[in-house]
């Protein structure tokens, strides 16, 4: 067996962890554990290994233990980013290219099998379109598709005619394998969406987007089931952690330019971080988007957290920028790691704290792939399974877009 994670250390850090070896006889996890570390603290511009570990320690178990010690009061603080120097590196060279379309474009949104307890709202997706310039620190789209091009579906129309589409559908997001806006229209997928979309106004067709590309709006018509939605975030996580993509402000007057058209938006606040200086971002992003919306021409709002599954994480510390965004308590639940539920108690409640309550009863609040223990305590209402999530949601879809009933057919 291997250790992931020695072939990409530092000369200085791989020295250390074989000089611990010699005095203290480590045993395969310990190398992989310090290997981990010694990537992580880099990563997080805390220093080196050396820094985190105590060597006047006589036994093997109390200089692992120091370095334990350290990691977890690291882990377990708000991150600090004011002393972080994210390094500049050049604008993405990803070429875009036209392909043949997957057998297999609708797929579903990757939370956990029904019987695991994470809350789930049963999206389907699209998949027209494949990598991202954006680099966020935290995607899982840089470990799904690592040729590093953009593939569109050049045969998109033709594909979506001959879908068969289940009964039960009626929610679709184009935004999991790639950035639904990005490249506006150059590639038609737009066009294709609009034409779909036109020809199913039972089913929600949903944009997800950082983009602020708003080339296409002039050129196109989209019917009421057509939304387009942002992800929001802190500026600080959006500065440091979402590299080359738009501004918050960006963003928001990008969905502005949308709303004037008439077509519907929804939010993501999707990951929130904990960092020192959290909740007064928040509440200044909250303020932007209130202020720069009536609730009548938003759909919905959703919150969630940094998710991760094991090989996410190892991309993340292997061949990640540097980057804070794995400082942090990680806990498991449903085989995906992420914050403690304290502490995303404490983001969620918080965050729906801030927004008038127009807006709670004019649009769709909900969590991302959360507990159901979250539900009450942060948005104060809870649904007793994932049918009654999306029954809820899927009603509340409909009102908004103005079909005649919930059931749309």
């Not at 929600?204 to 050129?219: C, G, L, P, Q, V």
């Not at 500026?235 to 402000?249: A, G, V, W």
């Not at 004019?362 to 539900?375: D, G, K, N, R």
Request: hydrophobic share 35%; glycine share 4%; proline share 4%.
């Amino acid at each position: 067996m291997n250790n992931p994670y020695e072939g990409f250390l530092e000369k200085d850090d791989l020295s250390f962890i074989d000089e611990l070896d010699r005095t203290y006889g480590l045993s395969f996890q310990d190398r992989g554990m310090l290997s981990q570390a010694a990537l992580e603290v880099r990563q997080w511009q805390e220093g080196t290994l050396r820094d985190f570990i105590d060597t006047s320690q006589e036994s093997r178990r109390q200089a692992l233990t120091s370095l334990n010690e350290k990691m977890n009061a690291l882990r377990s603080k708000e991150n600090d980013y004011s002393t972080f120097h994210m390094p500049q590196r050049p604008a993405s060279q990803m070429k875009v290219e036209s392909v043949e379309a997957p057998e297999i474009i609708l797929g579903r949104c990757p939370c956990p099998p029904i019987d695991n307890p994470l809350r789930c709202c049963s999206l389907r997706t699209l998949d027209a379109v494949s990598q991202c310039f954006f680099g966020c620190s935290y995607c899982s789209i840089q470990n799904f598709y690592t040729e590093g091009r953009i593939k569109v579906a050049k045969d998109l129309d033709k594909r979506l005619e001959e879908l068969q589409l289940p009964k039960s559908l009626w929610h679709i997001g184009t935004g999991q394998a790639s950035d639904s806006l990005l490249l506006g229209d150059s590639q038609k997928t737009l066009t294709s969406l609009a034409n779909f979309a036109a020809k199913h106004p039972d089913i929600i067709i949903e944009a997800k987007s950082k983009s602020a590309n708003t080339s296409w709006i002039d050129s196109l018509s989209f019917q009421k089931n057509m939304i387009f939605t942002w992800s929001l975030n802190a500026r600080t996580i959006i500065e440091n952690e979402e590299r080359y993509t738009p501004s918050l402000e960006q963003r928001l007057e990008a969905a502005q330019k949308v709303a004037e058209k008439g077509w519907l938006v929804g939010f993501h606040f999707h990951p929130m971080v904990l960092f020192s200086g959290w909740e007064e971002e928040y509440r200044q992003a909250v303020d932007l988007l209130v202020k720069a919306f009536d609730p009548s021409q938003v759909v919905m709002l959703s919150m969630g957290t940094l998710t991760f599954t094991k090989p996410v994480l190892r991309t993340i510390r292997t061949k990640g920028p540097q980057s804070k965004i794995l400082e942090m308590e990680l806990e498991e639940i449903a085989g995906k790691w992420s914050y403690p539920l304290k502490t995303k108690r404490k983001l969620f409640s918080t965050l729906c704290s801030l927004f008038p309550e127009s807006w709670k009863s004019q649009v769709f609040f909900y969590l991302c792939m959360e507990a159901p223990s979250l539900w009450l305590d942060c948005l104060g209402h809870e649904y007793k399974d994932n049918a009654q999530f999306d029954s809820a949601m899927k009603e509340a879809y409909f009102k908004k877009v103005g079909l005649v009933n919930a059931d749309g057919r």
